[in-house]
Structure formats: C-alpha cells, structure tokens
C-alpha cells in the first residue's frame, strides 16, 4: 500500500510562498511518478504539476507556470511544490498523487491519493 502524507500547508497573503511536501512510504519511491492536483469546494480535481519518477522531467499546468515548482528527493522519498507569487485564486486543498505506470495527469488521477493540505491566499 503507498501512503501519502501532505503537509506545509497554510495561511499567506497574496505574493507570498509556500512549499508543501508529501511523505511518501508503503513502496519504493523512485518506481513513482509524483504529481500535484489541488481541489476548492464544488469543483473538480485540478492538475498542478507532475514530477517523471526520476525527477528530471516535470511539467504544469498553465495556471500556475512560472510560479510554483515540483520536486522531489528520491533519498527522502518526499515530494515538494515550491509555491511563489501565490494568488487568491490558488487557495485550495492541494493533494500529491503516485502513479507507477505513467505521469501524465490521467494516469496520476488513477493513482495513490493523500488526504490533502489546505494552501489559503488571502488579501
């Protein structure tokens, strides 16, 4: 069973940064692929950022390029977003995700869930 803890979540104003990681544990980390998705109240699951199993490969999505940055330290089996600049509009419940077989947004979808950490911007 892979177990995802999230953490680092909070409460910031607008322009400030946060970096949440996710504890990973249950399976070798580095036969992962590692995302972020990040969900408001009556809304749908929202891809952020996807991280390849090895680390060298990431991509986001365009909301939040330029800004946040995915990582991951497959020593530490912990992955990170490095969040920068945040804006109202990415507060959310931010959840990591581990997929073994791909990295793209659906094959993360179908993957190992968290349980979340909430990121709230305010003015």
């Known amino acids: 069973q892979v177990h995802l803890v999230e953490s680092g979540g909070g409460l910031v104003q607008t322009g400030d940064s946060l970096r949440l990681s996710c504890a990973f544990s249950?399976?070798?980390?580095?036969?992962?692929?590692m995302g972020w998705f990040r969900q408001t109240p009556g809304q749908e699951r929202e891809f952020v950022a996807a991280?390849?199993?090895?680390?060298?490969?990431?991509y986001y999505a365009d909301s939040v390029k330029g800004r946040f940055t995915i990582s991951r330290d497959n020593a530490k089996n912990t992955l990170y977003l490095q969040m920068n600049s945040l804006k109202s509009e990415d507060t959310a419940v931010y959840y990591c995700?581990?997929?073994?077989?791909?990295?793209?947004?659906?094959?993360?979808?179908?993957?190992?869930w968290g349980r979340g950490t909430q990121v709230t911007v305010s003015s």
């Open positions: 995700a581990a997929d073994r077989s791909g990295w793209d947004q659906k094959a993360l979808l179908k993957g190992s």
């Open positions: 249950g399976r070798t980390f580095s036969d992962y692929a």
């Open positions: 991280i390849s199993w090895s680390g060298i490969s990431t």
